[in-house]
């Protein structure tokens, strides 16, 4: 496993109810789960780093000298597809979880057997997006709703009196 992991709090939450499940089941993923959330430092959703692996992240990753491959870390395998996914479920999935670009860990397979593990590039995370999005959202502003006509004096200043001439009266009573 990596050794310095950055979490948000929502993925937190979800390995601490991951690790409560698999320690009632004696499940061996749960010590990997120990091991994650003992090493991890909890980061707000807003705060996290665009280039750090957070759930339903896609991201490209090499083990070992093997070609890169490119996948999107999701919670379980019931949600993903097939090939296009990576669950947290398994020890490659836990492991990039909260590792940044560039950064590398180990992973330790079933037989013992220790793979080095490293994050090539962070291609999508949903809490960068999220940040992109609002920012581009035109931001609330006052609307010029009406606009007085230069008759109506502002406020504060004194108002000329109006005169009617001798052509403007139409020579009857006023209505009052």
Known sequence: MNRTCRLTT?????????????????????????????????????????????????????IGANPAETRTVIQNEVRGVVGASLP?????????????????????????????????????????????TIARQARPALRLVYSANSIVPPLGAVEKIRQTGADDDPGGPTAA
Do not use: Y
């Open 10 to 62: 929502k993925d937190f939450a979800i390995l601490e109810t991951m690790l409560e499940r698999r320690r009632a089941l004696d499940d061996p993923l749960a010590q990997l789960l120990e091991k994650k959330l003992a090493n991890a430092s909890v980061v707000l959703l807003d705060s996290i780093d665009a280039d750090v692996v957070t759930m339903n992240s896609r991201v490209t990753f090499r």
């Open 88 to 132: 947290v479920t398994t020890p490659w999935g836990l492991s990039l979880l909260g590792m940044g670009e560039g950064e590398a860990g180990f992973v330790e397979r079933s037989g013992g057997e220790i793979e080095p593990i490293r994050v090539v590039k962070v291609l999508f995370q949903p809490e960068a997006a999220r940040r992109a």
